[in-house]
């Protein structure tokens, strides 16, 4: 049988550094031939990008068709003095990607002739480049939103609020099917669009097993990150307001002024959380600072090599994500290591956690409950007692068994009898 194509439009593809949401393109890209399907990708020239890094580049497939078309970034290319008009930035700082995507993308539908589109958010845009090929040729188009674009209260600015909400209206009304990563975002939108019900699906994130054996390989996962000292590693973005992790350097110094811990008994380590600036002056505020590390992101590979070493593993998740699950828990799943979550117990990445047999979870916007739960845990640690993920859940999570999932779904959308 000959294989089939799609054209993959998505921002976040190597060697753009610094953001685990890269993770789910590529690995598609990587095992989607296995089940039938060749991927041809339309992504940004890495001019785009604020930050490069190689280290992933060698993990896309050879032979792979990777165009990339020109996009600026509003803020970096085309403010003065640092300003610009909003205008100029909607429904994101890309959306010059789109003009030169649009025509990247009709060339080579003409060229390669893929039976079927599909684009991911968070880039708003890429989902405008998916709409408009989708318009210009017919193919069968998949809209992969991953999260809620237009939520309550975000945007926080208006005019970008509208604008997600029409890119979110037109991807529901011209796609063949809008795939999310938790059930939460699904149901949210099949409620807000209850005439398109059907077209919702849950496509979950996950872990690429050959990254995990290759860090287990070359790294040594038996060696504590701070020999003699607990340590809970944060590894990933802390967003200032998503990921606030206020009320934990609050109980952090409820729990030093309890003389519970002391310097050299725990670290919490913040690994390649880009607002350092943050979590340095709370470390310094509450007069934490000895129980902080804050450090730069490392290749991937050794990312993952060091949650393999950590004592356990820590999850920020402020409320109003309850239906979002930071991609990093699949890969936190797979280290099977203890996983600690600051995070509402009825959202869904503490439904996760509980599924896999982990109950170690706590509300992130409230200290006295983070004091508890943390004397709870270091005591667990200590005993040597900590849960850990059960590995059948463990084992379902994987990228390749996502990318079979997404190739029974191009399979669906595809005219009758040409699957």
Known sequence: MPMKRVLMIAYHFPPLAGSS?????????????????????????????????????????????????????????LSIGGRYFSWMAQPDRWISWKYSAVREGLRMIQQYRPDAIWSTYPIATAHLIGAELCEKTNLPWIADFRDPMAQEGYPADERTWRSFKRVEEKAVKLAKLCLFTTPGAARLYRERYPQQADRMVVLENGYDE????????????????????????????????????????????????????????????FRAAVHEELLHSLAAEYGVSEFIEVCGPLPYREALAEMLRADALLILQASSCNEQIPAK??????????????????????????????????????????????????????????????????????????????????????????S
């Open 21 to 77: 949401g890269i993770q789910r393109t590529l690995r598609f890209v990587q095992h989607l031939p296995d089940f039938g399907w060749e991927p041809l990708v339309l992504t940004a020239d890495p001019k785009a990008y604020e930050s490069t890094s190689g280290d992933l580049l060698a993990e896309v497939p050879e032979g792979t068709v990777v165009k990339r078309s020109l996009a600026l970034d509003t803020a970096r290319h």
């Open 210 to 269: 050959e990254s995990f054996s290759s860090a287990t390989t070359n790294g040594d996962a038996k060696n504590s990150l701070n020999p003699g000292c607990l340590t809970f590693l944060h590894s990933g973005i802390v967003y200032p307001e998503e990921r606030d992790p206020r009320q934990l350097f609050v109980a952090l110094a409820k729990l030093k002024d309890q003389h519970f811990i002391k310097k050299g008994d725990i670290k919490i380590r």
């Open 329 to 418: 828990i699949y890969e936190y799943l797979r280290a099977r290591r203890p996983i600690a979550a600051l995070t509402d117990p009825v959202g869904d990445t503490a439904n996760v956690l509980r599924g896999a047999g982990l109950q170690w979870i706590s509300d992130l916007d409230k200290a006295d409950k983070i004091e508890v739960s943390m004397k709870e845990w270091i005591c667990a640690l200590q005993a040597n007692r900590a849960p850990l993920p059960e590995d059948e859940i463990v084992e379902q999570c994987s990228r390749r068994g996502r990318s079979l999932s997404l190739a029974g779904i191009l399979n669906s959308v595809l005219p009758q009898g040409a």
